[in-house]
């Protein structure tokens, strides 16, 4: 942000003139950063001693909450803040031919201060109950972040008659839709790039938060690329200059894989770092499409079960891929029934995310590697 102001003002009074002149600037600027999400602490069951001093103070108030952080975003590089403050003026009076009197001034203020690297700007959390004795279950989730998915898409099916899954997929569907449009060759490349990519989630984070800073009409800076891994990094900066990132104007295509792109991005990071390696294993072993096929099922499932419902994957499958689907589905948080055959799982609510995101990265993917 940069202000500045500049005022004249002069009297001719006889037998006194009176002159005066003035101009200031004002600046505030924040360095460009990345940040990165620091810990998790898995939302769940959590067991309280309801007898601790500090916990009493809570649970007899009705104005307090307690919340469990279980998120947390920190920066990646250190951040310098900078405000600046700079003035002049100058007045001269005179009084006939007695006497004259001017002068002149000038001002000058900046403050700095540097934020430390790792410093947490953002975080997620988790309200506890502190009510009642025994477990305690953290309520819904209390987030100072837009998620990558609109949650309206299954919690308010009364705005229209689509089901909660096809408001969710219609989304992913559009999000994607430019990718359908690159010829084969682009596909690959772009397919090719990710798939590097899925060995490092910072990598990841870092063109997602280059192309969100370029979709708010920003200009993003190599600088931003500095801390990552020395091999993948040519490869970030590879992608980015094909889409136009870090040049003036650049090609229509190029720009309208922007949104995509980060779309992908958002949704590889919004699934556990688990995930990338298991991912990265469906693209090796072509199962890509055939993953994408059982998460059709799966999500529709999902959004549209209650508790106690029970979903079996009938699949063929090698004893090699089924491996892949059960750790995958078990990452996002889907309980397996061990008394019921292989792949048979209990409806789990908070799954619902992580499933989503799931079958996103797997659209978009199967779509590059058609």
């Known amino acids: 942000m940069d202000y500045k102001a500049g005022a004249n003002l002069s009297l001719k009074l006889q037998p006194t003139e ?6 200031g600037k004002s600046s505030f600027s924040v360095s460009p950063t990345s940040v990165r999400k620091a810990y998790i602490v898995k939302k769940g069951q959590w067991k309280i001693d ?5 916990i009493k103070e809570f649970s007899d108030s009705t104005r307090r909450q307690l919340y469990v952080v279980i998120e947390a975003f920190e920066i990646k590089e250190p951040m310098l803040i900078e405000k600046m403050n700079q003035g002049e003026g100058k007045v001269q009076i005179t009084t006939g031919e007695i ?3 001017q002068g002149r001034g000038k001002s000058f203020k900046k403050k700095m201060m540097l934020i430390p690297q790792g410093t947490v700007l953002a975080y997620v959390v988790q309200p506890l109950n502190t009510q009642k004795e025994g477990d305690f279950c953290g309520h819904k989730f209390v987030h100072n972040r837009k998620p990558s998915f609109v949650y309206d898409g299954f919690k308010d099916e009364s705005e229209s008659s689509q089901t909660a899954f096809q408001k969710a997929k219609g989304t992913i569907k559009e999000e994607c839709e430019q990718l359908m449009y690159l010829n084969q060759d682009l596909r690959l490349k772009l397919l090719g790039t990710f798939e590097s990519f899925l060995q490092d989630g910072d990598v990841i984070s870092a ?11 920003g200009q993003p800076k190599h600088s931003m690329l500095e801390l990552l891994d020395d091999i993948l990094r040519p490869q970030v900066e590879n992608l980015l200059h094909d889409l136009g990132v870090f040049s003036e104007g650049g090609r229509e295509e190029a720009l309208s894989l922007w949104q ?11 699934l556990d770092f688990r995930m990338l390696p298991l991912l990265l294993a469906c693209l090796e072993k072509n199962m890509v499409a055939k993953q994408f096929e059982l998460m059709d099922g799966i999500l529709q499932w ?17 004893e090699e891929e089924k491996n ?32 989503t995101a799931l079958y996103a990265t797997l659209y978009a993917l199967r779509i590059l590697s058609e």
């Open 18 to 23: 009176v002159d005066f002149a003035g101009s």
């Open 99 to 101: 006497c004259g009197i």
């Open 302 to 318: 999902i959004l549209s079960s209650d508790k106690e419902s029970i979903f079996s994957l009938a699949c063929s499958l090698t």
């Open 50 to 54: 309801m007898t601790h001093t500090f």
């Open 260 to 270: 995509p792109v980060h779309f992908l991005c958002s949704s590889l990071e919004d």
């Open 207 to 217: 063109v997602k938060t280059v192309l969100e800073l370029s979709l708010a009409g």
């Open 324 to 355: 892949i689907v059960a750790e995958m589905l078990f990452t996002c948080g889907l309980i397996p029934q061990t008394d019921r055959p292989s792949l048979t799982y209990l409806w789990n609510e908070a799954a619902q995310s992580n499933l």
